[in-house]
């Protein structure tokens, strides 16, 4: 289980920016009251403001802080608590938005290439940030907790503080149950998201952030119960937490990719057509973007969360950009190796020997597929009689040392362009499936609530697998015509090699 704690240090980054690496924090640390820790008394309801909650509220009825997704009664508050934190006069104002619930809206206008928030490090959470109950924060330190099961658990000490904490306006604008995958049981992936590979991704986040708290548990909190009682330090509570940082916390690059929740700018939502991202600015000492282009008043501000496919947005952020508005859109295309393969031993030890196996997925865009796709397919066509070249092959498909490597094999280049388009068609065909049976699935519905839930996440699901099918068909077609202009040439080829022996006879 340690492991999950390394897997969020290193992979499960979402982000709103991008080009991650790590440095030394530099963070200034926020100054908070020294006062002696409010008791916990697990015992109250779950509106109480008072510093204590109830075991019932975790547990039943969902989290006790946070509000409705689109409130922007508890955004006005966040507004106004920050300015008197020190936020400067802002060109935005938070309101409902078309797009993502509640936004930023320009109140004036807004040049192209103009610097907007400077949000100050003191109104900035990162692993540096001071706890209200430090310690509780100096046990996570002396067992070298990562930064993002850090946040996690210090977001659910500072949440259980409720107005004791000094975040309490941040927090009480959170949603208290954030758009994410991580809050669709396992029967809603199965059953909606079949056809593609994200369903994949999502329970392996989910395990992961299963497994992290279970380790904190094993490892700390059951040491420390009087420091972290189940009541507060839960499941639930945590998947809470992790749902927040996967769809808000902030990779800044300027601070080597540093990992922080920027109250405020984190009210921006996502544009597939901008190319901007929130930074750390040194000259102005705040947490800033760049406008990539004007906004008048009136109109949203939005920012990128970085290159990702629809899949990935619908992963950490719970939504889905419409339909052919994102160029960096792309499919997970699953391979394998074929068990009847006699050479297939040893092709799955020269793919081992690069960090691949015998099953693997690709991406596929609009545009194309990926060199190492290709290299991979050859491998999976060849014969044994190729076997010398399984290794090179191998290495090409894994590109580990990013060299890009295009290998050409003419004779196989046929052989490996069905193999793609099979699975490609396998795929297409799981996509028309669920399609053609969403329609009439059956919701299994018991409340007007669940309803709407379940007409959701439905609608998720049916808009992602639309956006991955249309790039599997786009690919079909590719793959189909090369196919067939291969096929003309040979037969071309052939007619030609008949009528001069013919001629020779
Ligand atoms: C960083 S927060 C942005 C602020 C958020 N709208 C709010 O009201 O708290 C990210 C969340 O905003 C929403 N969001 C952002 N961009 C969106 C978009 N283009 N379409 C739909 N929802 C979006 C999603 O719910 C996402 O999880």
Request: proline share 6%; charged share 25%; glycine share 4%.
């Amino acid at each position: 289980m340690a492991e999950a704690l390394k897997i969020f240090q290193t992979t499960l980054m979402p982000s709103l920016s991008q080009t991650p690496s790590f440095h030394k924090p530099s963070f200034q640390t926020l100054s908070l009251r020294r006062t002696s820790p409010p008791i916990i008394r697990c015992t109250i309801s779950p509106t109480s403001t008072s510093g204590e909650i109830s075991k019932a509220a975790v547990g039943s009825k969902g989290i006790p802080w946070g509000c409705e997704i689109d409130s922007v009664e508890n955004a006005a508050a966040l507004e106004k608590w920050l300015r008197e934190c020190g936020l400067p006069e802002q060109k935005m104002d938070i309101k409902k938005v078309e797009v993502g619930e509640r936004g930023l809206v320009a109140n004036n206008n807004i040049r192209k290439g103009e610097k907007l928030l400077f949000v100050p490090p003191s109104l900035v959470i990162s692993a540096d940030s001071e706890w209200s109950f430090p310690e509780a924060g100096e046990v996570l330190k002396r067992y070298d907790v990562p930064d993002w099961p850090l946040i996690a658990t210090y977001l659910i000490s500072e949440a259980s503080l409720m107005k004791s904490s000094r975040w309490s306006n941040y927090i009480s604008a959170l949603p208290r149950q954030p758009y994410s995958l991580l809050y669709w049981t396992r029967g809603e992936l199965d059953r909606y998201l079949e056809a593609s590979q994200i369903r994949e991704r999502a329970i392996e986040r989910i395990n992961n952030v299963t497994g992290t708290y279970n380790d904190l548990r094993a490892r700390i909190f059951s040491k420390h119960p009087n420091l972290f009682p189940e009541e507060i330090y839960n499941m639930e509570t945590f998947r809470w937490s992790f749902g927040i940082l996967f769809s808000r916390l902030v990779r800044l690059p300027s601070l080597d990719g540093r990992v922080a929740l920027v109250p405020w700018a984190d009210m921006l939502n996502h544009s597939c057509d901008v190319e901007t991202f929130l930074d750390y600015d040194k000259s102005t000492k705040g947490v800033v973007f760049t406008t990539d282009r004007p906004y008048q008043p009136g109109e949203q501000v939005f920012i990128s969360y970085g290159r990702k496919s629809n899949g990935e947005l619908l992963l950490s952020y719970g939504f889905v950009p419409r339909q052919g508005t994102n160029p960096r859109d792309s499919v997970e295309l699953p391979f394998s190796l074929k068990k009847s393969d006699k050479c297939y031993e040893q092709k799955v030890e020269a793919l081992k020997k690069h960090g691949l196996s015998a099953s693997q997925c690709f991406p596929l865009q609009v545009t194309g597929w990926p060199l190492e796709l290709m290299a991979y397919a050859y491998l999976a066509v060849s014969p044994p009689s190729m076997s010398g070249k399984f290794e090179e092959m191998a290495a090409a498909a894994s590109n580990k040392n990013n060299t890009n490597k295009e290998i050409r094999i003419p004779e196989l280049e046929e052989q490996a362009f069905q193999y793609i388009l099979d699975s490609c068609e396998s795929s297409i065909s799981k996509y028309t499936k669920f399609l053609q049976a969403s329609g009439s699935m059956d919701l299994d519905i018991t409340s007007p609530k669940q309803l709407n839930r379940k007409v959701f996440l439905k609608q998720l699901a049916v808009d992602l697998c639309n956006s991955e099918q249309r790039i599997l068909f786009r690919t079909q077609y590719i793959l189909r015509r090369k196919l067939r202009d291969m096929r003309r040439g040979e037969l071309k080829a052939l007619n030609l090699f008949d009528s001069v022996s013919k001629f020779f006879k």
